[in-house]
């Protein structure tokens, strides 16, 4: 599974911010914890920071399932996360090596994820900018399970989503900052509420001159402590499409979309620090910083014919790898810096396209076939 970020800052000019301105595994023998190749992973000597693309790779252990399967496990990966490398073993002569930001090994806990691959991108967020994380790979290796793990049980097990909200609640100050959450999928080209299943075909709307993506009509939640974001997750969660496949018993059949926005009042009496609307200064009216966290966790790429999957569950398959596909186009553009990056092609685009740009932070990623 491979976990992407990138991130941007905020362009819109003050004056158009609404509030007065706005600063800114049929069972397979192959090893399930094998799962994804990268192009565009063996960039090995540009600045990390100055990159748009930024990809990490985690292989997860060996779980019940595996084992009670009676899977043959083919020792196909080698990986050697001081050097922050893969090695993909075709046969004892061939091989190919990969180069990533990050490697993860099946012992890396949830924590040292979150602190590697996440963290850095909340914190632009609460600095300003927009930022999104998202983890992409075949079905079955681990992509909810690192981003949307709850946890209630067991904190060390908490995923990106949690984790990212902790930290952006440490931050804010009650009363001072919104911090409010919308919890998406886009399911067969549809977006739906994951919180409100009733409101589907959600509409993006893109203001043309910032370039801002909203949802209109998505349940907008104020989040002011952790308790209340896990409620919000679980009900998101147990309206997300999943099916039992061969390669998952849960395998989740959206792309699930979490939207965290941070609205937070800039505080002084510089001039700089009110909005502006056309040539009027609009003093003793705070301006209002926006900042946007998205965090993704893609439907599984899969091979028709080893997910097993037929009739309905097989449009899903299709829906979902033509996306991923539009997303891998997207990715490839702003990988290789192209001046247009084709984000009209799927709703998961669109719906991203305000992320897209800047100073973004992407993963390319490719299933890997084994
Ligand atoms: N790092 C890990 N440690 C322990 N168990 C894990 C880990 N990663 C994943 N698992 C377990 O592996 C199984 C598959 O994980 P998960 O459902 O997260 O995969 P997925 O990539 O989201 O699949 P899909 O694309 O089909 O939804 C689950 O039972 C999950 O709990």
Redesign the pocket.
């Known amino acids: 599974?491979a976990l992407a970020r990138f991130s941007q800052r905020s362009e819109r000019p003050l004056a158009s911010c609404a509030g007065g301105g706005t600063p800114a595994g049929k069972k397979s023998s192959a090893p399930?914890h094998s799962v994804a190749s990268f192009r565009g992973a063996s960039i090995e000597d540009e600045d990390a920071d100055s990159r748009r693309v930024r990809v990490a790779v985690?292989v997860?252990?060996k779980?019940d399932?595996d084992i009670s399967e009676k899977c043959e496990f083919v020792d196909c990966l080698e990986l050697q996360p001081e050097l922050k490398r893969l090695k993909l073993i075709k046969n004892n002569w061939i091989y190919e090596s990969y180069k990533f930001d990050e490697v993860f090994t099946?012992s890396?806990s949830?924590k040292r994820v979150y602190e590697a691959v996440a963290k850095p991108v909340v914190e632009s967020v609460l600095n300003g900018y927009n930022g999104t994380i998202m983890?992409y790979?075949?079905?079955?290796?681990?992509?909810?399970?690192?981003?949307?793990?709850l946890g209630k049980d067991n904190s060390s097990?908490r995923g990106i989503m949690v984790r990212a909200l902790e930290d952006v609640l440490a931050e804010a100050s009650p009363g001072f900052e919104a911090v409010l959450v919308s919890y998406l999928q886009v399911y067969l080209e549809s977006i739906q509420d994951l919180l409100a299943p009733e409101k589907n075909n959600i509409s993006i709307i893109e203001d043309t001159k910032s370039g801002e993506v909203c949802f209109p009509g998505a349940t907008v939640v104020d989040i002011r402590d952790i308790d209340k974001f896990l409620e919000v997750l679980q009900i998101g969660d147990s309206n997300r499409f999943?099916a039992n496949?061969n390669?998952?018993?849960?395998?989740?059949?959206s792309h699930a979309i979490l939207v965290v926005q941070i609205q937070r009042c800039l505080k002084g009496n510089d001039e700089k620090d009110f909005a502006f609307v056309g040539e009027e200064s609009l003093q003793n009216v705070p301006a209002l910083s926006k900042s946007k966290l998205l965090i993704i966790?893609?439907?599984?790429?899969?091979r028709i014919d080893k997910s097993g999957v037929d009739g309905h569950m097989l449009e899903e398959a299709k829906f979902i790898n033509l996306s991923l596909t539009s997303l891998g186009k997207c990715i490839n553009a702003l990988a290789e810096n192209c001046a247009h990056v084709p984000t009209r092609d799927s709703k998961l685009t669109r719906l991203l396209s305000d992320c897209f740009g800047g100073f973004a932070f992407i993963a390319v990623c490719y299933p890997f076939d084994v």
């Open positions: 599974m399930k985690r997860r252990p779980i399932e099946e890396a949830q983890a790979g075949q079905t079955g290796t681990g992509k909810t399970y690192t981003i949307g793990q097990e999943a496949t390669m998952n018993t849960r395998s989740s059949r966790d893609l439907a599984g790429s899969e």
